[in-house]
């Protein structure tokens, strides 16, 4: 019995050795550690992918953790080496000032020059996904698929998407130089061309809305939506509710170069163009599918033609493929970009944030566009086009709606509503 105790006591003995042997272990975490620690639970608890591109993810915190950090410029880095690893371009982290401005943008404002970029993973440089209208870029001449080589003597193949819109920002009336390489459709030869630009705030305005007259008396309302941001719902609804009034019988809905933004406003637009019916599919990491439904019936029955191209990305295809697979809408224009998963922004306790892919979508029909995108169902190619042509004669992608518009069975549909 006294050998027993004794046993019993020696085996409490070390085990109250061990705890205190690991708990000043976990205690000696200094301040960098524990911000990547925190970073690390984030993706932990909610990356879509619970494999972690196949990794074993807590022996890649701890061979971070081993290797120590000593100022907060290498936890970000050991952040984003942790980030990289995953193999996903669009869960990144964001410092602090990236972080509030990419806040500021979705709420409808930001300074800098007014481009929206992606990586090419072909040329391994970024390249101009848009313009935004008005802004310094759009008036110095930059266009959809230009190659941005350098950003103030900086290869833009030494920066991360965040990295290089950082750069761009900056103060109202400072400049910046851009090293662009712009190929010629016509010719198959590429030209380098430098553009120095002066930042200044710009407003983004997301729906422009015009009614137009067509021959034979067709009222046409022409709606260009060119953000999801936090302002588009309301301008949407607003905008639609006047080519009503004004006595629209058909639409054109342009989504060209519109890279997307909040979800949540992609899903509410819809549901003003669609009647009680499926808007998109998200596929968590469970591999559980939740829906997103038109349940308030649409704001206009008219008939409507939908302009995509490889611009139109994330909530624009959600949109577009909404409208298709429910026979809304026919889409015209070019395939779209191709991004079919779902991110949210989560803070850090250092007023960085992180922006992780949280879910996987689908269309309506189940389709998944990631890497894919959305075929138009008629496809209709364009030379890049000046802001002051868009919507015009010299605008092919625009006419060919309008000739859909003008059909017979079309302009039936649209009296008979």
């Given amino acids: 019995m006294i050998k027993r105790i004794f046993r019993t006591s020696l085996v409490f003995v070390l085990l109250l050795s061990i705890c205190l042997m690991v708990a000043p272990a976990v205690m000696a975490l200094s301040e960098e550690q524990l911000l990547y620690n925190e970073a690390w639970r984030l993706v932990d608890q909610a990356y ?3 494999s972690f591109n196949h990794q074993d993810w807590r022996s890649v915190r701890q061979k971070a953790l081993t290797a120590g950090m000593s100022d907060r410029d290498a936890t970000y880095d050991a952040i984003q080496d942790m980030l990289d ?3 996903d371009p669009f869960t990144r982290l964001l410092q602090p000032q990236q972080y509030r401005s990419l806040k500021t943008s979705t709420s409808g404002e930001l300074t800098g020059v007014g481009l929206q970029i992606i990586h090419n993973d072909e040329t391994g440089y970024l390249e101009v996904l848009a313009p935004i209208e008005g802004s310094p870029a759009a008036m110095a001449g930059l266009q959809a698929s230009d ?3 350098k950003i103030d003597n900086v290869p833009t193949t030494t920066l991360t998407l965040d990295e290089a819109a950082e750069r761009m920002r900056g103060s109202v009336g400072s400049t910046v130089q851009l090293k662009v390489q712009r190929s010629d ?8 061309l430098v553009f120095p630009l002066k930042r200044d705030r710009i407003a983004i305005n997301p729906v422009f809305a015009e009614l137009r007259t067509q021959p034979k008396g067709l009222q046409v309302g022409f709606i260009r939506l060119r953000q999801f941001n936090a302002n588009a719902t309301q301008e949407m609804q607003a905008a639609i509710t006047r080519l009503e009034a004004e006595g629209a019988k058909g639409y054109i809905l342009d989504l060209r170069n519109n890279p997307g933004g909040l979800l949540q406003a992609g899903v509410e637009i819809a549901q003003m163009w669609l009647e009680p019916s499926p808007i ?3 596929v968590d990491r469970q591999g559980i599918r939740n829906s997103f439904e038109a349940n308030t019936g649409s704001l206009t029955d008219a008939p409507l033609v939908v302009l995509v191209n490889r611009g139109s990305a994330s909530a624009s295809e959600i949109l577009a493929g909404a409208l298709q697979d429910n026979g809304r809408a026919q889409l015209v224009g070019e ?3 191709g991004k079919g998963s779902i991110q949210s922004l989560f803070n850090l306790s250092d007023g960085a944030g992180l922006a992780i892919t949280i879910a996987k979508y689908e269309t309506p029909n189940h389709r998944n566009i990631n890497k894919v995108g959305i075929k138009p169902d008629r496809v209709v190619t364009l030379k890049a086009l000046r ?3 868009i919507g015009t004669e010299a605008d092919t992608q625009y006419q060919q709606a309008l000739k859909i518009l003008a059909e017979p069975a079309v302009v039936a549909s649209a009296v008979s509503s």
């Avoid at 016509?186 to 380098?192: E, G, H, I, L, T």
């Fill in 335 to 337: 395939q779209t970009f």
């Fill in 280 to 282: 998109v599919y998200t």
């Fill in 48 to 50: 879509v992918d619970d």
């Fill in 185 to 192: 459709q016509d010719s198959n030869q590429a030209q380098v």
């Fill in 147 to 149: 190659q941005i080589l």
């Fill in 387 to 389: 802001s002051d042509q």
């Fill in 85 to 87: 690893s995953l193999g």
